[in-house]
């Protein structure tokens, strides 16, 4: 199974900040990683899929990249409603698997 | 508009049996694989099992396999999880989710939720 390491756990930041998290996979693969994000007592939202394609609605602040065996998530300027927990996932191979998740909370 | 709704989640003694459901609207169901997410209280997402649009095609994580099933009735546009011999630590909110294809497994859509509680 390919394991999905994501840093760092937690994240304290600003509105107005720009916050990178990173995803670690076990392997090496190509492009086939997803990014989502999920607030609590919510589903979790499809924010980018293929590594670096933006899911339609979701705003441009909004970004991903990588290949390989790290990916990035970065977010260039956070706003309020951005404050919640993301997930990487990969869907190279099954199992289908994600990272442990990333709590972006409020400095 | 694209919408999937879970049910039959609720309390069940250890050992015991349950079958998810999830009814898929707005969307050709048939092609797009389903997959069912698990999420334990305070804990982050698992992917549990997948089925491709036809049917013809499954997998399921390894904390499941043997135990739980997952199947689809195209004809109804709904996506099942029987769920047998539920232990403790399948207690978790169950999410139904859209995929692209069974190669391109990304997931678009998601329901809000079915709650397993597995407990005596």
């Known amino acids: 199974d390919i394991q999905m390491t994501q840093s760092p756990s937690t994240l304290s930041a600003s509105v107005g900040d720009r916050v990178t998290i990173t995803c670690r996979a076990s392997?090496?693969?190509?492009?086939?990683v997803a990014w989502y994000q999920q607030k609590p007592g919510k589903a979790p939202k499809l924010l980018i899929y293929k590594a670096s394609t933006l899911e339609s609605g979701v705003p441009s602040r909004f970004s991903g990249s990588g290949s390989g065996t790290e990916f990035t998530l970065t977010i260039s300027s956070l706003q309020p409603d951005d404050f919640a927990t993301y997930y990487c996932?990969?869907?190279?191979?099954?199992?289908?698997?994600f990272g442990q998740g990333t709590r972006l909370e409020i400095k | 508009e694209v919408q999937l709704m879970e049910s039959g989640g609720r309390l069940v003694q250890p050992g015991g049996s349950l079958r998810l459901s999830c009814a898929a609207s707005g969307f050709s169901f048939s092609n797009h694989v389903m997959s069912w997410v698990r999420q334990a209280p305070g804990k982050g997402l698992e992917w549990v099992s997948g089925v491709s649009g036809s049917g013809a095609t499954t997998y399921s994580a390894d904390s499941v396999k043997g135990r739980f099933t997952i199947s689809r009735d195209n004809s109804k546009n709904t996506l099942y999880l029987q769920m047998d011999s539920l232990r403790a630590e399948d207690t978790a909110v169950y999410y139904c989710a859209k995929g692209l294809n069974w190669g391109s497994n990304y997931m678009d859509v998601w329901g809000t939720g079915t709650t397993v509680t597995v407990s005596s």
């Open positions: 996932q990969q869907y190279f191979s099954y199992p289908i698997t």
């Open positions: 392997q090496s693969f190509s492009s086939w």
